[in-house]
């Protein structure tokens, strides 16, 4: 990726992922800002490594002989060689079905890929387009598309709203957010996300609550909720 990431899921987040705790829901953002992410990549590489190192360091239950047994079955597992896997994953990269909206195709990272292929359909307002993935059960996980020069009403949040930049940029009142930045915002933050005039956007966006749009008539907003939620 050509420009640097510069909005990172926090260590706790990193960890939590690791060890599985997080709620799946949480945990997809997560794992498609790490396909993105070179950075966290090395960041869960340790991560990992530190926890297995803990777990060995830990007393063993079970009698010498199973533990023997069990680190002979793990060896025993056959590893493709590195070049095979990386040529794999390339082939799964190529055979990806593409995501299209507003005549555009967009290649997700590889964790995403299933789910989406599963989207509801694109539901469309003004320069604003949203799909429902089927994964959400605490929270409403949905792809949202964003044409060039458009803007999203104001909204504060009811809950946790975390936003994945898949593709071009978005901007708002904090900064500018390009490909695999993560935006985590909270019930304390109102913000008003845009695009430029020469670059549309794709999201992942996880949201635990529905947004609160805060200008313009009520009778307007409450459509204008259900459209995002
Ligand atoms: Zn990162």
């Known amino acids: 990726m050509a420009h640097a990431i510069k909005f990172h899921p926090g260590m706790s987040l ?8 997080l709620s799946a829901d949480i945990a997809l953002a997560v794992a498609a800002h790490i396909d993105l992410c070179p950075h966290c990549q090395q960041l869960s590489r340790d991560i990992t490594t530190d926890l297995a190192c803990q777990l060995a360091q830990q007393p063993v239950k079970t009698n010498n002989t199973d533990w023997q047994q069990m680190l002979n079955d793990i060896m025993a597992q056959p590893q493709l060689p590195k070049q095979a896997t990386t040529m794999q994953q390339q082939v799964s990269a190529q055979q990806a079905e593409p995501i299209i909206v507003n005549q555009r195709e967009f290649i997700l990272p590889r964790s995403l890929q299933r789910l989406a292929a599963n989207r509801c359909k694109w539901l469309q307002l003004g320069g604003i387009a949203t799909a429902k993935l089927p994964a959400g059960n605490d929270y409403h996980i949905s792809l949202l598309y964003i044409d060039k020069n458009t803007e999203v009403p104001q909204h504060t949040h009811l ?18 957010y390009s490909a695999g930045d993560l935006l985590i ?3 304390d933050d109102t913000h008003t996300p845009r695009t ?13 609550a529905p947004l609160k749009f805060k200008k313009g008539l009520t009778r307007l907003l409450n459509p204008l909720q259900q459209f995002f939620y």
Do not use: F
Not at 161 to 173: N, S, W
Not at 196 to 208: F, I, N, P, Q, T
């Open 159 to 176: 809950g946790l709203e975390m936003t994945l930049v898949l593709a071009g940029k978005i901007v708002d009142e904090n900064g500018e």
């Open 14 to 21: 990193l960890e939590q992922h690791a060890e599985g705790t």
């Open 196 to 208: 430029m005039a020469d670059e549309d956007c794709l999201c992942l966006s996880v949201l635990s």
């Open 185 to 187: 915002n909270s019930p």
